[in-house]
C-alpha cells in the first residue's frame, strides 16, 4: 500500500448522487482522498477497463 496520505482515490461524476453519498462520509470522517471527476466515456477505454 502506499505510504502517501491520500492513497484513496474517488472516480466520480458531477450529477451521480451516489458520489455524493461517498463524498459526504469521507468528508464527515475526515478521510483524506482525490477525486477524478468523469465525463462519458473515458477517451482511453482499456485504462477505464483495467479499473
Do not use: I
Not at 13 to 38: D, I, N, R
Request: proline share 8%; hydrophobic share 35%.
Amino acid at each position: 500500500m502506499p505510504n502517501d496520505e491520500t492513497s484513496l482515490t474517488l472516480h466520480r461524476h458531477p450529477l451521480s448522487s451516489y458520489c455524493w453519498k461517498v463524498l459526504l462520509a469521507l468528508y464527515e470522517a475526515g478521510t483524506p482522498f482525490q477525486t477524478v471527476q468523469l465525463h462519458g466515456v473515458p477517451k482511453d477505454n482499456k485504462a477505464y477497463a483495467e479499473l
